[in-house]
């Protein structure tokens, strides 16, 4: 379970997009036999079409997800085998199912959370500033405006200072730093809160495991082998192939920031001119080092009900990480979130240079 800028294009490669990814193959004894749906499309919250049987069926939203992937993957994922599925930003019905299935053992659930106040910083730059050609559609929506998941109170504010003329991109790329983040945060508001409710009432559930994405950018191949772990039940000492730990890890480092930072820095020293083709999505959402220090800057200036509503959530999920008996269980890396000497960024010379698409 993610939320927006909270890790999604991370899980999105890890579980795999149109193809399986490296925690399918490492899950699954015939991973080829896994087909990934690009994207699941459904015409309503409830309405489900069945590709097997050729029409429709109304279940509740989570029933409607979980069969439509099934069906859109038939050789995998029959009703006597486990699947494997990313759920972004569940709405609460399917946050309540989620939970009283785990709790029941019927499952393992990931749920990868973010700091808010970094949320907030990568939502606000990733919304106004960006040199890639991957603006999310809705960004464009003018009739009527959109902005994502957030309530109608937040629609409100955000599009009614401009009386409702301008799209959400539009908005944030045309106002200063002060007055988008507080748009970013009236519109990422209600996942933050979804987020740290969430945090909060699956505390105590063995069968979920919480991390953060500060995990993966404090021990990349550690996080990841801690979810390999929980996700097989398998607590070190307890043993894994090699073999299949190192495939897990040589398909993912491509997913890893510092690798590619590392690699980057290597090729420019070698060959200014080179080219690669690499994890372009995962670079994109990784942002310029200055451009997120400026950003911070100006949040840090930021007094009353912004900075009241994110300290205390910060200090909830962060708490509630650092904390976690499943993460120690499971040998998820313990380092607070202070303490982390290396933010999620990329710098901006070294990403044009190694993201450049071959010809």
């Avoid at 029959?78 to 759920?87: D, I, K, V």
């Avoid at 590619?260 to 690669?276: F, T």
Wanted: net charge neutral; charged share 25%.
């Amino acid at each position: 379970v993610t939320y927006h800028k909270s890790g999604n294009t991370l899980t999105a490669n890890l579980v795999g997009v149109s193809s399986a990814g490296p925690l399918v193959n490492f899950l699954f004894k015939e991973p080829s036999d896994i087909k990934i749906p690009h994207s699941v499309d459904m015409v309503d919250y409830g309405e489900h079409v069945s590709v097997r049987e050729g029409r429709a069926a109304v279940f509740p939203f989570f029933q409607a997800y979980v069969r439509t992937y099934r069906d859109l993957a038939p050789r995998a994922y029959n009703e006597a085998e486990p699947y494997l599925f990313q759920l972004s930003s569940p709405v609460q019905a399917a946050k309540r199912q989620l939970q009283e299935m785990m709790a029941a053992g019927a499952g393992r659930m990931v749920h990868l959370v973010r700091k808010p106040s970094d949320m907030l910083v990568s939502g606000y730059r990733y919304h106004s500033q960006r040199s890639w050609d991957t603006t999310e559609v809705w960004e464009d929506f003018k009739d009527p405006p959109s902005c994502l998941s957030c309530d109608h109170q937040a629609w409100l504010q955000i599009f009614g200072r401009r009386k409702f003329l301008c799209s959400y991109g539009e908005l944030m790329r045309n106002v200063s730093v002060d007055e988008g983040l507080e748009i970013e945060l009236l519109r990422s508001r209600w996942d933050i809160m979804k987020m740290v409710r969430n945090v909060r009432s699956w505390y105590d559930n063995p069968q979920i495991l919480q991390i953060s994405l500060e995990n993966f950018v404090a021990d990349f191949e550690g996080t990841l082998l801690c979810i390999g772990r929980f996700l097989l039940n398998k607590p070190p000492p307890e043993y894994i192939d090699p073999a299949k730990i190192q495939r897990l890890l040589n398909e993912s480092r491509d997913l890893d920031i510092e690798y590619i930072r590392r690699k980057c820095q290597k090729l420019h020293a070698v060959d200014s001119g080179a080219r690669c083709h690499d994890p372009f999505d995962i670079l994109s959402h990784a942002s310029s080092g200055s451009s997120k220090k400026a950003i911070q800057a100006a949040l840090a200036r930021r007094t009353g009900d912004l900075l009241n509503f994110l300290g205390p959530a910060d200090s909830m999920v962060e708490a509630a990480i650092m904390d976690s008996a499943t993460a120690a269980h499971f040998g998820c890396p313990r380092k607070a979130f202070g303490q982390f000497q290396q933010d999620f960024s990329f710098d901006s010379h070294c990403q044009q240079h190694y993201c450049q698409k071959q010809q």
